[in-house]
């Protein structure tokens, strides 16, 4: 959406950014009546805070599957308002996101589960306590049973961040060259093959789908180093099921 980021409250005359409180209320008195004294931007990253803390104190005192419901909640809190255009800058597709989408997919498998073995539940448990932090679990951690929310949570992520790359490209007005624009639909189509394999693909080439998206959006913004390794990366990436 477009909006109006720099605010002059009319009761006291205060002046704040919205981009940086995410609140139209006034800082220093409160009041919720204020204009708008700037151009208006694209804006999609709503500001919210992402803490699981209140989750984990909890970990001695439930049971798992509890705990993976509220984990639920909180991530797709999260999840559901953050974006990726920041007052018309695009910004990048950080590891606290991806650790939140991954978690919101992990945690609704062990929600579900009648049994976790040891493996699974330490998988969930190492979720719970570095996600907020923007820290997840290596490649070589992923329980094969948890491997297909890995895949689909990646691509659910590149989908969002893809969309708001596009609503980033058409705020500035700009035309994409051929080259451009074909990185950003083999993206497209490397997410809808994942999808429809419901994320069963190698944990390995998840993560080689966020290195292309991060540098193709760097490439989007200047960088022909990146664009070209992003379009090797795309070229190079293959999605089959995993037997």
């Not at 969002?160 to 705020?171: A, Q």
Request: aromatic share 6%.
């Amino acid at each position: 959406m477009k909006i109006r980021g720099e605010r002059e409250c009319k009761e006291c005359g205060t002046r704040w950014s919205y981009y940086e409180t995410g609140s139209i209320g006034c800082p220093a008195c409160g009041s919720i009546r204020s204009v708008g004294i700037d151009e208006r931007t694209e804006h999609t990253d709503l500001q919210v805070a992402f803490d699981l803390t209140a989750v984990r104190s909890d970990i001695d005192d439930v049971p798992t599957d509890d705990l993976a419901e509220r984990a639920q909640e909180h991530c797709r809190d999260y999840v559901r308002r953050r974006g990726f255009v920041n007052a018309g800058q695009l910004r990048d597709l950080d590891d606290t996101y991806l650790a939140a989408t991954e978690l919101l997919h992990v945690a609704d498998i062990v929600a579900r589960e009648i049994q976790l073995d040891d493996r699974e539940e330490l998988y969930f448990l190492s979720l719970l306590r570095d996600a907020d932090d923007g820290q997840r679990p290596p490649v070589e951690e992923v329980p094969t049973t948890l491997r297909t929310a890995r895949g689909l949570a990646y691509a659910n992520a590149v989908r969002e961040y893809r969309r708001d790359v596009r609503t980033w490209v058409d705020e500035r007005d700009r035309d994409l060259t051929t080259s451009e624009r074909t990185a950003l639909e083999t993206l497209g189509e490397h997410v809808k093959r994942i999808r429809m394999l419901d994320g069963d693909i190698e944990s390995r080439t998840a993560e080689q789908l966020i290195d292309a998206t991060r540098d193709l959006a760097n490439g989007l913004r200047g960088d022909e180093l990146a664009f070209g390794r992003a379009q090797d990366r795309l070229e190079g990436l293959e999605f089959t099921a995993v037997e």
